[in-house]
Nanobody, 130 residues
């Protein structure tokens, strides 16, 4: 499984960006895909993730209501729509994937720990100026 993130750039506060994560490999719909951000000197932080079918998502509190994750399984692509961007959103954004597994009631489990993700794409820089 290989992932390639794109769509980053330099924008002003309040603007929007849409990141894309193109995933190659088989059985794309059986993978949870997440987005993480990294800033200099800090650990990689969870942003959001989506289940294989797209029916379940999870967001970090800092982006709830502003960011939206979706996926198109026909195109093997996950999108991160980022609205109302703030200077503190400035970071390198990475997409990552791991095989989906479910809870005892068949609910897909969304991991927020980057160590639980097996595959990573290269990062894409997002810079938000004030």
């Amino acid at each position: 499984v290989q992932l390639q993130a794109s769509g980053g750039g330099l924008v002003q506060a309040g603007d929007s960006l849409r990141l894309s994560c193109a995933v190659s490999g088989r059985a794309f719909a059986s993978y949870v895909v997440g987005w993480f951000l990294e800033t200099p000197g800090k650990k990689r932080d969870f942003v959001t993730a989506i289940s294989g079918s797209g029916g379940r998502t999870h967001y970090a509190d800092s982006v709830k209501g502003r960011f939206s994750i979706t996926r198109d399984n026909a195109k093997n692509t996950v999108y991160l729509q980022m609205n109302s961007l703030k200077p503190e959103d400035t970071a390198v954004y990475y997409c990552a994937a791991h095989p989906q597994y479910t809870d005892y009631d068949s609910t897909p489990i969304i991991d927020i720990n980057p160590d639980d993700y097996d595959y990573w794409g290269q990062g894409t820089q997002v810079t938000v100026s004030s």
